[in-house]
């Protein structure tokens, strides 16, 4: 009973570096997202998908790319890493429930990192 | 422009001591609002949606509210346990969903 697994769950890199974000979800959802938390800012919304082989872009896109090839897993990568994505990342998932929204996230425990 | 504002930003509280958070929002065309808990190194966890005006829930010591600008978090009786942050988030009929910033609560005993 899983839920939604982020991985790794901590990560330090250097400016310019390259890495991806893994979030695998074991409840046949439907909608995936990246969320990024900040001190004193609300979650913000990276990318997101609502089904396999989609994605679009959210409220903060710039500096990150996403793909979903598999309905289970939906990768964050950071191609080129700068000290302003140092924050902690959320993955969350959704099933598709009728034709109402009951907003209900699921969500990971959260990938914290750090670039320097 | 939809926005979500929480307060107040932190509450201290004594084991017992009721009280509430506030969410408040200007949204077009509100789908619904929800709250979530947040322990420290952890992910949101899901409480309660409402949908309508006049709408509430209930689970535990946890009480949610709904009016047309606001909604409310009544704790009753809070224990240690009950320490978390709060979160609110609201969902525009666009389908998206704005995030408050929190209420951090603590309960001491």
Redesign the interface.
């Known amino acids: 009973n899983a839920g ?1 697994t982020q991985t790794p769950k901590f990560r330090v890199l250097k400016t310019g570096q390259s890495m991806t974000l893994l979030c695998a979800q074991d409840m046949n959802h439907e909608y995936m997202y990246w969320y990024r938390q900040d001190p ?6 990276i990318h997101y998908s609502v089904g396999e082989g989609t994605t679009a872009k959210g409220e903060v896109p710039d500096g990150y790319n996403v793909s979903r090839l598999k309905k289970q897993n939906f990768l964050l990568g950071l191609e080129s890493a700068a000290p302003s994505q140092t924050s902690v990342y ?1 993955c ?1 998932s959704r099933t598709l429930a009728g034709g109402k ?10 990938s914290r990192l750090t670039v320097l | 422009e939809d926005q979500v504002t929480q307060s107040p930003e932190a509450l201290r509280l004594q084991e017992g001591e009721s009280s509430s958070l506030n969410c408040s929002y200007t949204v077009s065309g509100l789908r619904g609002l929800f709250w979530y808990r947040q322990d420290p190194g952890k992910g949101p966890e899901f409480l309660f949606t409402l949908y309508s005006a006049g709408e509430e829930k209930e689970k535990e010591r946890l009480k949610a509210t709904l009016t047309k600008k606001e909604s409310f978090l009544h704790i009753t009786a809070p224990k240690p346990e009950d320490s978390a942050t709060y979160l609110c988030a609201v969902q525009a009929a666009t389908d998206k969903l704005i995030f408050g910033t929190g209420t951090r609560l603590q309960v001491f005993p």
């Open positions: 939604v004193g800012m609300g979650l913000r919304l959320f969350a929204n009951t907003g209900e996230l699921f969500f990971g425990e959260g």
